[in-house]
């Protein structure tokens, strides 16, 4: 990946955005572009608009970037949630009226394009959230214990 990264460069327009790749991938800072972007989705989930901001190694990024990007971006992933909630609805013989609660977590249930869409099929005031970025987490915790409690 390296020689067809530094081949690229040499014949790319802009080989100073081949390089910064290049120099993002050997000093290792996938981590650290994924806090980034996490960040700026955070900052989306409250404002329309936010900086994307990234500072390591020889990289010094500032990039304005509005909600409506960062939603055309995911597009694919809302039309696969809404994808799943009618397959799970139609699987399950369930109508949307009938569901009493929707409880979403994890940090993408804070995002106002995935919030709208179930509140569009269930209704705004019957969606839930809470411990949104541990709830997961107990939960897969939970499900351990307990297969250890079975095992034992």
């Known amino acids: 990946m390296r020689e067809i990264l530094k081949s690229a460069r040499i014949r790319a327009l802009e080989p100073e955005k081949i390089q910064a790749l290049i120099s993002l991938i050997e000093e290792d800072l996938g981590y650290q572009l994924h806090q980034a972007v996490q960040q700026v989705k955070f900052e989306l989930s409250h404002s329309h608009s936010a900086e994307f901001r990234f500072r390591d190694g020889g990289m010094d990024l500032r990039i304005p970037v509005t909600r409506r990007e960062f939603e055309s971006w995911i597009e694919n992933d809302l039309q696969a949630i809404e994808k799943s909630i009618d397959k799970l609805l139609k699987a399950s013989g369930i109508h949307s009226r009938a569901v009493d ?51 034992s």
């Open 101 to 151: 609660r929707v409880f979403l977590t994890g940090g993408s249930s804070f995002v106002p394009a995935v919030r709208r869409i179930f509140e569009t099929r269930f209704g705004k005031d019957r969606i839930r959230g809470g411990n949104e970025f541990t709830s997961v987490a107990h939960g897969l915790a939970l499900r351990a214990a307990e297969s250890l409690r079975q095992t």
